[in-house]
């Protein structure tokens, strides 16, 4: 779960500065963090009423930034809609697994 959580916090750093070049905005940083809660009973055969993966994933982005209100809100906007990894965790993605 480490590393999903550091892969989508790492392509939203990415995307962020992907559209603050484009767009020109003033981005000198971020500070993201992203949490999640798993049920660890359910993971480890102890407990039937839950699931394995997450409940829900927190994200959290703080921006050292000059931008005002607007451009952060149309920034924000443009970033959920933009990181790949957001999408494909955030929507319902097939998934199809073979054995070998």
Request: aromatic fraction near 6%; charge should be negative; proline fraction near 2%.
């Given at each position: 779960?480490?590393?999903?959580?550091?892969?989508l916090?790492?392509?939203?750093?990415t995307?962020?500065?992907?559209?603050?070049?484009?767009?020109?905005?003033?981005?000198?940083?971020?500070?993201?963090?992203?949490?999640?809660?798993?049920?660890?009973?359910?993971?480890?055969?102890?407990?039937?009423?839950?699931?394995p993966?997450?409940?829900?994933?927190?994200?959290?982005?703080?921006?050292?930034?000059?931008?005002?209100?607007?451009?952060?809100?149309?920034?924000?906007?443009?970033?959920?809609?933009?990181?790949?990894?957001?999408?494909?965790?955030?929507?319902?993605?097939?998934?199809?697994?073979?054995?070998?």
């Open positions: 779960m480490e590393y999903l959580f550091a892969s916090a790492g392509c939203l750093a995307t962020a500065r992907i559209i603050a070049t484009q767009q020109t905005l003033d981005l000198q940083g971020m500070d993201i963090k992203v949490e999640g809660a798993l049920d660890l009973n359910f993971l480890y055969g102890k407990g039937g009423d839950g699931r993966g997450a409940k829900g994933i927190n994200v959290s982005v703080a921006l050292d930034s000059a931008m005002s209100e607007l451009e952060r809100q149309s920034f924000f906007k443009e970033l959920q809609s933009r990181c790949p990894i957001l999408d494909t965790i955030g929507g319902a993605t097939p998934i199809t697994i073979t054995g070998i």
